[in-house]
């Protein structure tokens, strides 16, 4: 099993930035990917970065502002967000897809609050 547990979220102005940090114990060797999801208040969750091995996928909606990382001997991934946006106030959640039992199962973390103030 894996553990993911988030932290670094907060009250930020619009235009502002802010980084969050996703720390993962528990199996990690195991762990195919991790992802940066996030939910907005009646909204449905939405990917925000992808960080595989050796590569990054990040949706157009939020590229050039947020950038992705991972730190192995950590075992801690990071998303640092750039200008954001008021529309951008959401739980941000870490994801791991982990490859367990001959299956690839998800994991979340508890999510982490963002609020952009206009």
């Known amino acids: 099993q894996v553990q993911l547990v988030e932290s670094g979220g907060g009250l930020v102005e619009a235009g502002g930035s802010m980084r969050l940090s996703c720390a993962a114990s528990?199996?990690?060797?195991?762990?195919?990917?991790f992802g940066w999801y996030r939910q907005g208040p009646g909204k449905q969750r939405e990917v925000v970065a992808v960080?595989?091995?050796?590569?990054?996928n990040i949706p157009d909606s939020v590229k050039g502002r947020f950038s992705p990382s991972r730190d192995n001997a950590k075992n801690t991934v990071y998303l640092q967000m750039y200008r954001l946006k008021p529309e951008e106030t959401a739980v941000y959640y870490c994801?791991?897809?982990?490859?367990?039992?001959?299956?690839?199962?998800?994991?979340w973390g508890q999510g982490t609050q963002v609020t952009v103030s206009s």
């Open positions: 960080i595989s091995s050796g590569s990054t």
């Open positions: 528990g199996n990690t060797f195991m762990i195919n990917a």
């Open positions: 994801h791991a897809l982990v490859y367990e039992s001959d299956k690839l199962i998800d994991y």
